[in-house]
């Protein structure tokens, strides 16, 4: 996506509520799109559940007209990896579904996304397998999640920004040796800093790299989002300009959450409960606002 150049966006307590309130959203407007999501709905009645939710809280989509996109909400399906445009493409039971969300609130953004399998009567629960044709699309669906949750907890503890992509990486090998798998980290598409605008500085990498970015400091908000496929980690640009695909042809599955570095800890302002259950199995206690 487009950064722009400036400094990393120190937020103060108060402005951390305010984009705890556009995370509440974003969270309200994700678990409709999950739980409305059916065969035979297309993408474009998805974006239209999120973009009523939106609405009907007072807030403005982030999406909506960004750089000239169309809708309310990315629905990237199947090897879809992010950025795709909501519309007529009807949904089949087996799809594995991403959908990404940002809303705005007194100025102030939230962003998050969430992946799920698609199941002959909606959304599958990602931690049950059972009765799911495709099993290793769902150990996908998991796996990338788990990163997700890996790449927070760093925020917790780390010094700075690259510690994520560190804790990312081997969450991602850890699970692709657990299941047998192998699995693609795709690295042209990263996190970011968001506040006031959705994309600021600074890029928060999905692997490890030489470079271990800034230094984390409390104020800063961060989105970890990894994304992670079946298959190999190229990837490609459709002709929409915006739908990004695996070069492979493989699925992929993306997770983000906006997070807050506060003084005593980190907290999850797209999630209801302040992240505490995707923490507790890394030991991490999520700040409360």
Same mark, same amino acid.
């Given at each position: 996506?487009f ?10 307590l108060?402005?951390?509520r ?7 959203v ?9 739980t409305a999501?059916?065969?035979g709905?297309?993408?474009?009645d998805l974006?239209a ?9 007072g ?5 909506? *007209?960004?750089h $000239? ?15 795709g ?6 949904l ?7 959908v990404?969300c940002?809303?705005i609130?007194?100025?102030w ?12 009567r909606g ?7 059972s ?10 669906v998991r ?17 700075r920004?690259?510690?994520v ?5 081997a969450?991602?090998d850890?699970?692709a040796e657990?299941l ?16 006031t605008e ?12 030489t470079?271990? $970015?800034?230094?984390?400091r409390?104020?800063m ?9 079946? *298959?190999?980690?190229r ?14 042809g ?9 997070v807050?570095?506060?003084?005593? *800890?980190v907290?999850v ?6 992240g505490?259950e995707?923490?507790?199995?890394? *030991? ?5 606002l």
């Open positions: 996506m950064r722009p150049r400036s400094r990393i966006e120190l937020k103060s108060d402005q951390v305010l984009m705890r309130r556009a995370g509440l974003v969270a309200e407007a994700l678990a409709a799109v999950r999501a059916r065969p709905m297309t993408t474009g974006d559940v999120a973009a009523a939710v939106i609405t009907a809280a807030a403005e989509p982030s999406f909506l *007209g960004y $000239g996109f169309p809708a309310s909400i990315c629905t990237s399906v199947n090897e879809e990896v992010v950025h445009i909501p519309g007529r493409r009807v089949a039971a087996g799809d594995l579904v991403s990404d940002g809303a609130v007194a100025g953004h939230g962003d998050s996304a969430l992946s799920f399998l698609l199941g002959e959304a599958v629960d990602v931690d049950d397998a009765g799911v044709a495709d099993v290793a699309a769902q150990e996908l796996a990338t999640r788990t990163a997700m949750w890996a790449g927070i907890a760093a925020l917790s503890e780390g010094r920004v690259g510690d992509g560190v804790a990312v990486e969450s991602v850890l699970s657990l047998g798998a192998e699995y693609g980290l795709v690295e042209e598409y990263t996190g970011h800093g968001i506040g959705m994309h600021q500085p600074p890029d928060v990498l999905n692997f490890a790299a470079d271990r $970015g800034a230094r984390l409390p104020g908000c961060l989105a970890v989002e990894p994304m992670v496929t079946l *298959g190999g980690a990837t490609d640009v459709l002709q929409d300009g915006w739908t990004v695909v695996t070069a492979d493989s699925r992929a599955a993306h997770w983000e959450h906006t807050a570095i506060l003084d005593g *800890g907290a302002l797209t999630a209801p409960d302040l505490a995707g923490l507790e199995p890394f *030991g991490v206690r999520p700040v409360s």
